[in-house]
């Protein structure tokens, strides 16, 4: 019983499940999302998930995605899960780290991750590729040297019981 055990989890499986188990704590009806930055050395940073921002009532604003008053839909007031995560640092600098995130950065995020000094983005789900603002993101990270890879899935099933 000299050698150490084979089954333990990638870093990439730990840092993309860390991000989605941060998307369970959204109360997005449609979309949860969960971000978690890393340095370089493998240290996890920050966390995040998309929400409303503080003081304003999960229970009082809405979470709807159509309306004719954009005032009476979510968007106009949700912090994305990457802004969050970024937001969430306390530390100082995030030169050079990798962002796990479970969803693909829109462009407001991207330009906030550009200018954080991130410098890999790991995504899993693309479900918006092909919009003006994942199309706008893209553009912006090749043109600023952000590195942006898919998650690669394994067959591994992650359950934590608590
Ligand atoms: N990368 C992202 N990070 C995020 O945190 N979000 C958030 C904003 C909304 O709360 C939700 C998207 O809502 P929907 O349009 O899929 O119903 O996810 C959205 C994106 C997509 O660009
Ligand atoms: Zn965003």
Same mark, same amino acid.
């Given at each position: 019983?000299n050698?150490k055990?084979k089954d333990y989890?990638?870093w990439d499986e730990y840092?993309m499940a860390?991000?989605?188990l941060? *998307?369970?704590?959204?109360?997005? @009806?449609?979309?949860?999302?969960?971000?978690?930055?890393v340095?370089?050395d493998? %240290? #996890?940073?920050?966390m995040?998930?998309?929400?409303? @921002?503080m *003081?304003?009532?999960?229970?009082e604003? @809405?979470?709807?995605?159509d309306d004719e008053d !954009?005032?009476?839909t979510k968007? +106009?007031? +949700?912090?994305?899960?990457e802004?969050?995560?970024?937001?969430?640092?306390?530390g100082?600098?995030l030169e *050079?780290a %990798?962002?796990? +995130?479970?969803? &693909?950065p829109?462009?407001e995020?991207a330009?906030?991750i #550009?200018q954080?000094g991130?410098?890999t983005v790991i995504?899993d789900?693309d %479900?918006?590729?092909?919009t !003006?603002?994942?199309?706008a993101?893209?553009?912006?990270?090749?043109?600023a040297?952000v590195? &942006?890879k898919?998650y690669?899935p394994t067959?591994r099933? #992650?359950?934590?019981? +608590?």
């Amino acid at each position: 019983m000299n050698d150490k055990r084979k089954d333990y989890i990638t870093w990439d499986e730990y840092f993309m499940a860390v991000a989605k188990l941060a *998307g369970m704590r959204s109360k997005d @009806p449609n979309s949860q999302v969960g971000a978690c930055i890393v340095s370089a050395d493998n %240290k #996890i940073l920050s966390m995040g998930y998309n929400g409303f @921002p503080m *003081g304003c009532s999960d229970d009082e604003f @809405p979470w709807g995605r159509d309306d004719e008053d !954009p005032l009476k839909t979510k968007y +106009v007031y +949700v912090t994305h899960s990457e802004l969050n995560a970024i937001l969430n640092y306390r530390g100082g600098s995030l030169e *050079g780290a %990798k962002l796990y +995130v479970s969803l &693909f950065p829109c462009n407001e995020c991207a330009k906030a991750i #550009i200018q954080a000094g991130i410098k890999t983005v790991i995504y899993d789900s693309d %479900k918006y590729d092909g919009t !003006p603002a994942v199309m706008a993101s893209k553009m912006m990270f090749q043109a600023a040297g952000v590195q &942006f890879k898919k998650y690669t899935p394994t067959d591994r099933k #992650i359950e934590i019981t +608590v």
